[in-house]
């Protein structure tokens, strides 16, 4: 019996123990560079959303070179979605290494020999 997708894909991007701390640390990022703005007004309060970007890097680069090859003034919600998309298929990827070093692929159950 197949598994479906959209369970596969949860069960490797978000329930795994890499993966879910992975997503905690993305997340407790861009919350903290949400909430930025009501606790400090500094010069460098936009720096902040340095940290987002660079835990979900080797994706978010693609976004940042959408940008740079023609869409001059981007705006928020294209970096922020563009983090949230880049860090759920990253964990997915984690979730898929993770599954396949610790052995849980599906293996046929020994059948008893027949007599």
Avoid: C, H, K
Avoid at 44 to 70: K, Q
Avoid at 96 to 109: E, H, I, K, Q, W
């Amino acid at each position: 019996m197949s598994t479906r997708p959209i369970r596969t894909f949860t069960r490797r991007a978000v329930t795994n123990p890499v993966s879910a701390v992975y997503l905690s640390l993305v997340g407790a990022a861009i919350v903290l560079a949400a909430a930025e703005p009501l606790y400090a007004n500094g010069p460098d309060a936009s720096l902040v959303w340095v940290w987002p970007a660079l835990l979900a890097f080797p994706l978010f680069g693609f976004v940042v070179w959408l940008v740079d090859s023609g869409w001059a003034d981007a705006p928020a919600w294209f970096f922020i979605g563009g983090i949230v998309v880049s860090a759920l298929l990253q964990s997915f990827v984690l979730g898929t290494v993770y599954t396949s070093l610790r052995g849980r692929r599906r293996r046929p159950a020994p059948t008893a020999p027949v007599q």
